[in-house]
């Protein structure tokens, strides 16, 4: 049977939590097209184990008291005693990016600029919580807002050519850090934790670097945006290239001769996603979300943007795979639920329609419904999806698969 983006053809679920093997692999953005060319998926062992799993064992054997000395070494290298910023943390004030500033300031003794790329459509809870970062957690941050009517334009292409609401917010959170602390002469990013925990090749998560593949380029006309090419974005009169500067990766040979570190926190620290949200509350005013997210059972993680609920929801559409999977399978592996009460999330609230914010959304893009469901349609893979009685209904999920 046909398959899209490159799935794998035979659906199967990890014996230990509940992802599929659809779950996409990380990516570079800068390259992502319809097709997904190239895209790889989590790897399952012959015993069915998802590499994700076999990660979180490994996870637990790791002595963390010398990996912190690795960090601490790491910091001394890079600290400055001058005033000068000597690191950088990129975020919105979220439990995650809370936590990294927080504790490498007040415990490592660090003196971090923290850096916001604006979420496309902030939520209330979500700005107030970037509010709190700064004036609760004590950190200074330069918050870059974007050209609303280049926002626009590039959401609405990004649902139409490849079904993923929230590329945009990555390109930016992924390309503009390295460029500001290169502009500051800041040496050393700090990111949370590496994605290959969740999905990636296992070797991935054998280093604290992150890949220069992932904020650099070589070719600048494969540079790709929305599902376009930089020129033939460029084509629309009302996008220029100083538009979009800041979405897209350095040179090779812009950045060459800056010693520029980016490293996983998660590599000398365990993370531990509940743990960092209960840190995020206690030290910087950190507050979840008043209701549940849709698509989901939880309240905390990834809260302060309305396109973010869209993102799980095409998600879903696109892998067969909604936020509920992925948040049940991670709190598995951590021992916080059990899988037989894993699967019960999942078939209570994948795929769940983020109704909330969606009317706003699509008035923003001038997009509608129809449009919107209509474009779902195309990207569901006929391998995942049957439709009965106008309705799409999954060939395989996890509750009805064991």
């Given amino acids: 049977m046909k398959t899209l983006f490159n799935l794998p053809e035979n659906v199967k679920f990890c014996k230990s939590c509940v992802i599929s093997n659809q779950r996409p692999s990380s990516i570079q953005e800068f390259y992502h097209n319809k097709t997904r060319d190239g895209a790889k998926y989590i790897n399952f062992s012959d015993d069915g184990i998802c590499d994700a799993c076999k990660f979180n064992n490994q996870k637990n054997k790791i002595n963390w008291e010398d990996r912190e000395k690795e960090l601490i070494l790491l910091l001394d290298k890079y600290r400055k005693s001058n005033g000068e910023y000597d690191c950088l943390v990129p975020g919105s004030g979220g439990k995650d990016s809370s936590y990294q500033a927080h504790i490498l300031k007040y415990k490592y003794g660090m003196n971090p600029l923290t850096v916001t790329w604006s979420p496309i459509m902030y939520t209330d809870y979500g700005y107030k919580n970037f509010i709190n970062w700064c004036d609760i957690g004590g950190f200074d941050n330069i918050s870059f807002k974007q050209n609303g009517i280049v926002v626009k334009k590039l959401l609405y292409k990004s649902i139409k050519n490849l079904l993923h609401p929230f590329q945009i917010f990555i390109l930016g959170q992924k390309n503009f850090a390295p460029r500001l602390a290169k502009k500051f002469n800041i040496n050393l990013i700090f990111y949370g934790e590496n994605e290959a925990e969740y999905g990636n090749p296992i070797a991935d998560n054998s280093k604290s670097l992150r890949d220069k593949s992932y904020y650099t380029y070589q070719n600048k006309n494969k540079l790709m945006i929305a599902g376009e090419r930089i020129n033939e974005l460029l084509k629309d009169n009302s996008i220029k290239l100083s538009d979009i500067q800041n979405y897209l990766p350095m040179a090779n040979d812009e950045i060459s001769a800056f010693d520029l570190q980016i490293h996983y926190l998660g590599y000398y620290l365990k993370w531990t996603p509940q743990e960092v949200y209960y840190y995020a509350t206690d030290n910087t005013g950190f507050v979840p979300r008043p209701f549940r997210t849709q698509g989901t059972y939880s309240k905390y993680s990834s809260i302060d943007d309305k396109v973010d609920d869209l993102h799980w929801y095409t998600t879903f559409i696109k892998f067969g795979i909604g936020r509920a ?78």
């Fill in 325 to 402: 999977s992925y948040e049940a399978s991670q709190e598995i592996r951590n021992n916080h639920i059990s899988r037989e009460e894993g699967k019960l999330l999942v078939q209570k609230f994948d795929g769940e329609f983020p109704s909330l914010y969606f009317d706003e959304i699509m008035d923003f893009i001038s997009m509608s419904k129809n449009e919107f469901m209509s474009i779902c349609d195309k990207f569901r893979s006929p391998h995942l999806w049957k439709k009965n009685n106008n309705e799409w209904y999954l060939k395989h999920t996890i509750y009805n698969e064991d």
